[in-house]
């Protein structure tokens, strides 16, 4: 197993394009990458699925990673947003499917464990906020994150990211909440 340090290395290897860098990359992380999704998506099926986005967005885009954060910051950021991406379109792919038959409200909790129907309740509610509120909102609270890390993955001052978050948890909350009644 590889340390932070190295991967950072091979990350910044990568992103010049050194032969083999990017396979190794991915090689070391896609068991990281599978444990975020799968701490956003409640079905393991699903967390496959997008940890296979991730990796894929990962293969793409390496050559985008500037250093301005750890690669593992990056790397959050990057699977994060293909976890909720994956997310949409499961429930679009739902619709069509399900021919015409809507969703249900919420996660049945005599056919979904409560925490499966949580991060159910949370992704909808993500998915219903500003993308810039989300964003900051999974990096801090579901990936953990910190306001410096998020800071400088997103450019902005901490400030910013304070009220981003402030402003996020109360939409989800209230979301949440008006889910529930």
Not at 66 to 81: I, K, Q, V
Not at 93 to 107: F, I, K, N, S, T
Not at 115 to 136: H, K, M, N, S, Y
């Amino acid at each position: 197993m590889l340390l932070a340090d190295d991967i950072d290395d091979l990350a910044r290897a990568a992103a010049r394009g050194e032969p083999g860098a990017v396979d190794a990359l991915l090689a070391a992380v896609r068991p990281e990458v599978l444990r975020l999704c799968a701490r956003l998506l409640p079905h393991r099926e699903d967390a496959e699925e997008a940890c296979q986005d991730a990796l894929l967005a990962l293969a793409r885009g390496i050559d985008r990673f500037e250093g301005r954060s750890s690669f593992h910051t990056w790397l959050y950021r990057l699977t994060a947003n293909r976890a909720r991406s994956t997310y949409r379109a499961l429930r679009r792919r739902w619709v069509l499917e399900a021919g015409g038959v809507p969703l249900p409200d919420r996660a049945d909790p005599r056919r979904t464990s409560v925490v499966a129907g949580t991060r159910l309740d949370l992704l909808d509610a993500l998915d219903a906020i500003r993308p810039d509120l989300a964003e900051v909102l999974t990096l801090r609270d579901v990936l953990g994150l910190s306001y410096h890390e998020i800071a400088a993955l997103l450019d902005v001052p901490e400030g910013t990211v304070k009220s981003r978050l402030h402003l996020a948890r109360q939409l989800v909350r209230q979301r949440l909440a008006d889910d529930r009644t």
